[in-house]
Protein backbone atom coordinates (compact mmCIF):
# COMPACT_ATOMS: atom_id res chain seq x y z
CA UNK A 1 0.00 0.00 0.00
CA UNK A 2 1.49 3.69 -0.72
CA UNK A 3 2.64 5.40 2.21
CA UNK A 4 -0.01 8.19 1.75
CA UNK A 5 -3.12 5.99 1.13
CA UNK A 6 -4.20 6.04 5.20
CA UNK A 7 -4.01 9.60 5.05
CA UNK A 8 -5.99 9.88 1.76
CA UNK A 9 -7.89 7.74 2.70
CA UNK A 10 -9.28 9.53 5.90
CA UNK A 11 -9.60 12.95 4.11
CA UNK A 12 -12.02 10.91 1.42
CA UNK A 13 -14.38 9.68 4.56
CA UNK A 14 -14.12 12.96 5.99
CA UNK A 15 -15.76 14.46 2.64
CA UNK A 16 -18.88 12.20 3.02
CA UNK A 17 -19.38 13.75 6.66
CA UNK A 18 -20.77 16.66 5.35
CA UNK A 19 -21.60 19.56 2.55
CA UNK A 20 -21.52 18.30 -1.32
CA UNK A 21 -18.60 17.26 -3.41
CA UNK A 22 -17.71 16.83 -6.88
CA UNK A 23 -16.22 13.73 -7.53
CA UNK A 24 -15.24 13.25 -11.17
CA UNK A 25 -14.20 10.58 -13.10
CA UNK A 26 -10.86 9.35 -14.60
CA UNK A 27 -10.08 6.81 -17.03
CA UNK A 28 -6.25 7.07 -17.34
CA UNK A 29 -3.38 8.77 -15.50
CA UNK A 30 -3.34 11.38 -17.83
CA UNK A 31 -6.89 12.50 -17.38
CA UNK A 32 -6.46 11.62 -13.83
CA UNK A 33 -3.70 14.47 -13.35
CA UNK A 34 -5.64 17.08 -15.35
CA UNK A 35 -8.79 16.89 -13.48
CA UNK A 36 -6.20 16.90 -10.11
CA UNK A 37 -4.52 19.95 -11.45
CA UNK A 38 -8.09 21.77 -11.79
CA UNK A 39 -8.39 21.20 -7.95
CA UNK A 40 -10.99 18.63 -7.05
CA UNK A 41 -10.96 17.10 -3.97
CA UNK A 42 -11.51 13.44 -5.17
CA UNK A 43 -11.42 11.57 -8.24
CA UNK A 44 -13.39 8.12 -8.93
CA UNK A 45 -12.43 5.63 -11.81
CA UNK A 46 -15.21 4.53 -14.49
CA UNK A 47 -14.43 1.31 -15.91
CA UNK A 48 -16.23 2.62 -19.06
CA UNK A 49 -13.75 5.39 -20.19
CA UNK A 50 -10.97 2.96 -19.18
CA UNK A 51 -12.44 0.41 -21.79
CA UNK A 52 -12.83 2.58 -24.04
CA UNK A 53 -9.58 4.20 -23.59
CA UNK A 54 -8.18 0.47 -24.32
CA UNK A 55 -10.07 0.09 -27.43
CA UNK A 56 -12.80 -2.36 -25.37
CA UNK A 57 -16.61 -1.87 -25.00
CA UNK A 58 -17.81 -1.64 -20.86
CA UNK A 59 -17.73 -4.51 -19.11
CA UNK A 60 -16.40 -6.52 -22.30
CA UNK A 61 -15.66 -9.89 -20.77
CA UNK A 62 -12.19 -9.85 -23.19
CA UNK A 63 -10.69 -6.85 -21.03
CA UNK A 64 -8.92 -8.63 -17.66
CA UNK A 65 -9.72 -8.05 -14.50
CA UNK A 66 -5.61 -7.92 -14.09
CA UNK A 67 -5.60 -4.92 -16.87
CA UNK A 68 -8.57 -2.84 -15.03
CA UNK A 69 -6.19 -2.72 -12.34
CA UNK A 70 -3.59 -2.03 -13.77
CA UNK A 71 -5.64 0.85 -14.83
CA UNK A 72 -7.10 1.79 -11.67
CA UNK A 73 -3.01 1.50 -10.44
CA UNK A 74 -1.87 4.61 -12.94
CA UNK A 75 -4.66 6.72 -11.64
CA UNK A 76 -4.29 6.29 -8.06
CA UNK A 77 -0.39 6.45 -8.61
CA UNK A 78 -0.72 9.86 -11.03
CA UNK A 79 -2.23 12.00 -8.20
CA UNK A 80 -2.08 13.25 -4.36
CA UNK A 81 -5.66 13.35 -3.93
CA UNK A 82 -8.09 10.63 -3.07
CA UNK A 83 -9.03 8.19 -5.47
CA UNK A 84 -12.47 5.45 -5.01
CA UNK A 85 -12.22 2.69 -7.85
CA UNK A 86 -15.85 1.31 -9.86
CA UNK A 87 -14.87 -1.86 -9.08
CA UNK A 88 -18.11 -3.03 -10.88
CA UNK A 89 -20.16 -5.92 -9.66
CA UNK A 90 -16.72 -7.31 -7.95
CA UNK A 91 -15.12 -9.39 -10.49
CA UNK A 92 -16.69 -12.99 -9.98
CA UNK A 93 -19.43 -14.63 -8.74
CA UNK A 94 -18.26 -15.85 -5.89
CA UNK A 95 -17.80 -14.05 -2.41
CA UNK A 96 -14.76 -14.79 -2.40
CA UNK A 97 -14.11 -12.99 -5.56
CA UNK A 98 -15.52 -10.11 -4.04
CA UNK A 99 -13.68 -10.08 -1.12
CA UNK A 100 -10.31 -10.64 -3.05
CA UNK A 101 -10.94 -7.60 -5.12
CA UNK A 102 -11.41 -5.45 -2.34
CA UNK A 103 -8.36 -6.43 -0.99
CA UNK A 104 -6.69 -5.32 -4.13
CA UNK A 105 -8.01 -2.32 -4.19
CA UNK A 106 -7.07 -1.78 -0.84
CA UNK A 107 -3.52 -2.67 -1.93
CA UNK A 108 -2.85 -0.23 -4.48
CA UNK A 109 -3.47 2.62 -2.46
CA UNK A 110 -7.44 3.15 -3.10
CA UNK A 111 -9.60 5.48 -0.65
CA UNK A 112 -12.80 3.48 -1.95
CA UNK A 113 -14.61 1.68 -4.40
CA UNK A 114 -18.08 0.76 -5.33
CA UNK A 115 -19.78 -2.33 -5.62
CA UNK A 116 -22.79 -3.03 -8.35
CA UNK A 117 -26.21 -5.50 -7.66
CA UNK A 118 -25.78 -6.94 -10.86
CA UNK A 119 -25.10 -10.12 -12.36
CA UNK A 120 -21.58 -10.20 -14.52
CA UNK A 121 -23.11 -9.85 -18.17
CA UNK A 122 -21.74 -10.38 -21.56
CA UNK A 123 -24.35 -8.48 -23.83
CA UNK A 124 -24.11 -5.21 -24.07
CA UNK A 125 -26.75 -3.22 -21.96
CA UNK A 126 -28.08 -6.27 -20.68
CA UNK A 127 -28.18 -5.45 -16.49
CA UNK A 128 -29.70 -8.17 -14.27
CA UNK A 129 -30.36 -7.84 -10.97
CA UNK A 130 -29.48 -9.97 -8.52
CA UNK A 131 -31.20 -11.22 -5.78
CA UNK A 132 -31.86 -9.04 -2.83
CA UNK A 133 -29.91 -11.49 -0.16
CA UNK A 134 -27.27 -12.18 -2.98
CA UNK A 135 -26.65 -8.34 -3.36
CA UNK A 136 -26.95 -7.67 0.58
CA UNK A 137 -24.17 -11.31 0.98
CA UNK A 138 -21.53 -9.24 -1.29
CA UNK A 139 -21.72 -6.00 0.36
CA UNK A 140 -21.17 -7.83 3.45
CA UNK A 141 -18.18 -9.53 2.20
CA UNK A 142 -16.75 -6.30 0.67
CA UNK A 143 -17.24 -4.97 4.17
CA UNK A 144 -15.38 -7.93 5.72
CA UNK A 145 -12.61 -7.62 3.22
CA UNK A 146 -11.82 -3.69 4.12
CA UNK A 147 -12.20 -4.34 7.57
CA UNK A 148 -9.29 -6.88 7.83
CA UNK A 149 -7.29 -3.78 7.11
CA UNK A 150 -6.01 -1.26 9.31
CA UNK A 151 -7.17 2.10 6.86
CA UNK A 152 -10.30 3.24 6.12
CA UNK A 153 -11.56 3.04 3.02
CA UNK A 154 -15.14 4.30 1.74
CA UNK A 155 -17.26 1.49 0.72
CA UNK A 156 -19.78 2.41 -1.59
CA UNK A 157 -22.92 0.27 -2.49
CA UNK A 158 -24.76 0.62 -6.05
CA UNK A 159 -28.02 -0.67 -6.76
CA UNK A 160 -29.03 -0.35 -10.62
CA UNK A 161 -32.75 -0.36 -10.25
CA UNK A 162 -33.33 2.46 -12.59
CA UNK A 163 -30.77 1.12 -15.15
CA UNK A 164 -32.83 -2.40 -14.89
CA UNK A 165 -35.99 -1.69 -16.07
CA UNK A 166 -37.36 -2.72 -12.45
CA UNK A 167 -41.11 -1.86 -12.09
CA UNK A 168 -41.02 -0.12 -9.40
CA UNK A 169 -37.22 1.67 -9.31
CA UNK A 170 -37.29 4.58 -6.53
CA UNK A 171 -39.29 1.65 -3.93
CA UNK A 172 -36.15 -0.82 -4.93
CA UNK A 173 -33.79 1.12 -4.45
CA UNK A 174 -34.77 2.19 -1.18
CA UNK A 175 -35.54 -0.83 0.10
CA UNK A 176 -32.15 -2.47 -1.23
CA UNK A 177 -29.64 0.80 -0.64
CA UNK A 178 -31.45 0.53 3.05
CA UNK A 179 -30.29 -3.03 3.42
CA UNK A 180 -26.56 -2.50 2.05
CA UNK A 181 -26.23 0.47 4.45
CA UNK A 182 -27.19 -2.25 7.20
CA UNK A 183 -24.25 -4.42 5.77
CA UNK A 184 -21.87 -1.42 6.12
CA UNK A 185 -21.81 0.80 3.14
CA UNK A 186 -20.30 4.43 3.89
CA UNK A 187 -22.43 5.49 0.52
CA UNK A 188 -24.97 5.12 -1.47
CA UNK A 189 -25.56 4.89 -5.00
CA UNK A 190 -28.57 4.46 -7.48
CA UNK A 191 -27.12 5.59 -11.07
CA UNK A 192 -30.57 6.22 -13.39
CA UNK A 193 -32.46 8.46 -10.95
CA UNK A 194 -32.62 12.20 -12.47
CA UNK A 195 -35.96 13.42 -11.05
CA UNK A 196 -35.42 16.32 -7.89
CA UNK A 197 -38.31 14.65 -5.79
CA UNK A 198 -37.15 11.17 -6.49
CA UNK A 199 -33.85 12.19 -5.22
CA UNK A 200 -34.76 14.34 -2.30
CA UNK A 201 -36.66 11.41 -1.02
CA UNK A 202 -33.86 8.43 -1.31
CA UNK A 203 -31.81 11.20 0.77
CA UNK A 204 -34.72 11.31 3.07
CA UNK A 205 -35.29 7.19 3.41
CA UNK A 206 -31.49 6.03 3.55
CA UNK A 207 -30.43 8.83 5.98
CA UNK A 208 -26.61 8.22 4.63
CA UNK A 209 -24.37 9.87 2.36
CA UNK A 210 -25.66 9.52 -1.71
CA UNK A 211 -24.06 10.01 -4.44
CA UNK A 212 -25.81 11.11 -7.66
CA UNK A 213 -25.07 10.08 -11.07
CA UNK A 214 -24.71 13.12 -13.72
CA UNK A 215 -24.74 11.39 -16.71
CA UNK A 216 -28.14 10.73 -18.86
CA UNK A 217 -30.89 12.93 -17.55
CA UNK A 218 -29.49 14.07 -14.20
CA UNK A 219 -26.83 15.63 -16.09
CA UNK A 220 -29.85 18.58 -16.25
CA UNK A 221 -29.23 19.22 -12.76
CA UNK A 222 -27.28 21.66 -11.19
CA UNK A 223 -24.18 21.22 -8.25
CA UNK A 224 -26.49 23.98 -6.18
CA UNK A 225 -29.57 21.99 -7.06
CA UNK A 226 -28.25 18.81 -5.97
CA UNK A 227 -26.36 20.66 -2.80
CA UNK A 228 -29.79 21.42 -1.60
CA UNK A 229 -31.58 18.01 -1.93
CA UNK A 230 -28.99 16.70 -0.10
CA UNK A 231 -26.89 15.25 -2.30
CA UNK A 232 -23.66 14.40 -0.70
CA UNK A 233 -21.26 13.23 -3.62
CA UNK A 234 -21.75 13.65 -6.85
CA UNK A 235 -20.60 11.54 -9.79
CA UNK A 236 -19.81 11.77 -13.65
CA UNK A 237 -18.94 7.91 -14.66
CA UNK A 238 -18.00 7.84 -18.29
CA UNK A 239 -18.91 11.24 -19.71
CA UNK A 240 -16.52 12.81 -19.10
CA UNK A 241 -14.39 10.15 -21.46
CA UNK A 242 -17.56 10.28 -23.57
CA UNK A 243 -16.97 14.04 -23.98
CA UNK A 244 -13.05 13.84 -24.92
CA UNK A 245 -14.02 11.12 -27.61
CA UNK A 246 -16.90 13.29 -28.68
CA UNK A 247 -14.28 16.43 -29.15
CA UNK A 248 -12.04 13.36 -31.05
CA UNK A 249 -14.86 13.01 -33.12
CA UNK A 250 -15.72 16.60 -34.22
CA UNK A 251 -11.84 17.07 -35.33
CA UNK A 252 -11.61 14.00 -37.28
CA UNK A 253 -15.05 14.70 -38.93
CA UNK A 254 -13.59 18.29 -39.47
CA UNK A 255 -10.69 17.19 -41.65
CA UNK A 256 -12.52 13.91 -43.42
CA UNK A 257 -15.80 15.74 -44.38
CA UNK A 258 -14.44 19.44 -44.30
CA UNK A 259 -10.74 19.53 -44.75
CA UNK A 260 -10.96 21.82 -42.10
CA UNK A 261 -8.41 21.56 -39.44
CA UNK A 262 -10.03 24.32 -37.06
CA UNK A 263 -9.70 22.20 -33.97
CA UNK A 264 -6.23 22.50 -33.63
CA UNK A 265 -6.42 26.33 -32.62
CA UNK A 266 -8.77 25.42 -29.96
CA UNK A 267 -7.18 22.85 -28.53
CA UNK A 268 -4.71 22.84 -25.39
CA UNK A 269 -1.01 23.48 -25.96
CA UNK A 270 1.16 21.52 -25.72
CA UNK A 271 2.47 23.68 -22.98
CA UNK A 272 0.00 24.10 -20.73
CA UNK A 273 0.02 19.77 -21.18
CA UNK A 274 3.19 19.03 -20.18
CA UNK A 275 2.95 21.49 -17.21
CA UNK A 276 -0.04 19.43 -16.01
CA UNK A 277 2.10 16.43 -16.18
CA UNK A 278 5.18 17.70 -14.86
CA UNK A 279 5.29 19.75 -11.46
CA UNK A 280 4.07 23.04 -11.85
CA UNK A 281 0.10 22.42 -13.18
CA UNK A 282 -1.25 25.10 -11.42
CA UNK A 283 0.45 27.52 -12.72
CA UNK A 284 -1.46 26.50 -16.29
CA UNK A 285 -4.90 26.00 -14.98
Given at each position: ?????????????????????????????????????????????????????????????????????????????????????????????????VQRTFTRAIAIGCAGGSLEDVADYATPGQFVLRSRQDAIERVCAARAAIDQHATPFVLT?????????????????????????????????????????????????????????????????????????????????????????????????????????????????????????????????
Amino acid sequence: MPADATHQARDFLALHQRGTFLMPNAWDAGSAKYLAACGFAALGTTSAGIAFAAGYRDSDPRQSVDAMFAAIASIVAAVSIPVSADLEAGFGDSLDDVQRTFTRAIAIGCAGGSLEDVADYATPGQFVLRSRQDAIERVCAARAAIDQHATPFVLTARTECFLTGHPSPLAEAIDRLCAFRDAGADCLFAPGISQPADIATLVREVNAPLNVLTAGPAAQLTLAQLRDLGVRRISTGSALARAAFTALHHAADDMLNKGSFAYAGTALSGEVLDGVMGKDASVFI
